[in-house]
């Protein structure tokens, strides 16, 4: 029997079920389409490395339109992934960090951006139909 790469690495299914954990109506579905969204990934790993100003966030995350990145924080801040701290100054003064959560859950995303930066020009230069 011919067994492709991917079936010979992949580790042996425990539970065949595994996915009946996660029907449509689950809360984790709901989570991993915040998490996961174009922004909220580059969001998570801007805030990885500390706090950030709004200004800050926005030069560091390119391409991103004010829209977006306020959509994206105020998703995750209510999600309790990521703080805002609004400072009693003139000029206001709003300060982004992740928190216990969101800084977990960022470590365990680095790796997987590590992959992906280690492979994209390989995956994005193949040709198409293969």
Sequence with gaps: MDVGIVEALAPPVQNPDAFARFPAA????VVLTHVTSRWGVLVL???EPG????????RTIEGISEK?????????????IVNRVAQPTIPPRVDYSLTDSG???????????????????AIVDRPSGD
Aim: glycine letters at 4%; hydrophobic letters at 45%; proline letters at 4%.
């Design 26 to 29: 689950c809360p984790t579905r």
């Design 51 to 58: 706090s950030m100003r709004w200004g800050e966030l926005r």
């Design 45 to 47: 790993l801007a805030l």
């Design 103 to 121: 800084s977990e859950l960022a470590a365990r995303l680095v790796p997987l951006m590590d992959w992906i930066v280690d492979h994209a020009d």
């Design 68 to 80: 977006m990145l306020a959509s994206t924080l105020r998703t995750l801040e209510h999600d309790g």
